[in-house]
């Protein structure tokens, strides 16, 4: 028997096409040999950046009979991981999640999924990101970028800045009770980005090549593949480089398609991701 065997929840939507959130959280996590049980939080014909006229069914209400359901059935998990959530009471409900649903030592991975290039998403205003922020504080580790971060502290958002601004970034949300920290997209030079890693007190950055595009969805790339190689052992930093780069591959395989103006082509990569956990 395979002792290392981790079963890992992830709550965020099902865009059915477009390639993110589940659509990415279950291939990606269960690629990495991880069982991955979803619990999706609503269901959209679209993710809503670039599309309009998109359908969106909130599933909250099904939500508590489902979490009562395996309450009963003693169903726990190694990892909590959560993305885009599709209202406010979610937020409480992933609460509870975390109360009930979590194995001895189970990590809380909370990608806040909100917000990017200084804007909060369709659909989500500011009281939005202050009860994300209080979800964050519970967590383990969290993974916002700078723009989510900065919804979630008042802290003003700057297209360029230097490592300065970083850290009293970082302090921001250490005010916030969120001291284990990926902040993504963090870039010091046009031609490089990367990851600025918090954990255990201390701070890494991880940088790599920047290809100049914006694609939908590889927020979701990169914490699922986070999440894939926390469950395979690799430390907050070493998870956080795997996924960094397993991003970039997915991006590099996708820019310059015009008929992929959407997600990334993910799939293409999971057997690069799989060499790099050294499976
Ligand atoms: O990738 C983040 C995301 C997830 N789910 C939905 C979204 C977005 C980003 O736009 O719209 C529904």
Redesign the pocket.
Known sequence: MNRDYKRVLTV??I?CF?Q??LT?ALPVISACGVETVILPS?V?S?????FSG?T?RDLTDDIPAITAHWCKENIKFDAIYT??LGSKRQIDMVKDMFASLGKEGFVKVVDP?MA?NGKL??GFDNEYAREMATLCAQADIVLPNITEACFMTGFEYAEEYGEEYIETLLQALAAYGMNNVVLTGVSYEKDFTGVVVKYDGRVKYYKHRRVPTSS?????VFASAFVGALMNGFDEYDSARIAADFTLECIELTVGDENHKY?VKFELAIPELIKMLGK
Do not use: K
């Open positions: 965020q939507d865009s477009g993110c959130s990415v609503a959209l679209t993710h809503t950046g670039g998109f969106f993305g885009y999924a990017d998403y369709t939908h969805g590889t927020g979701d997600g």
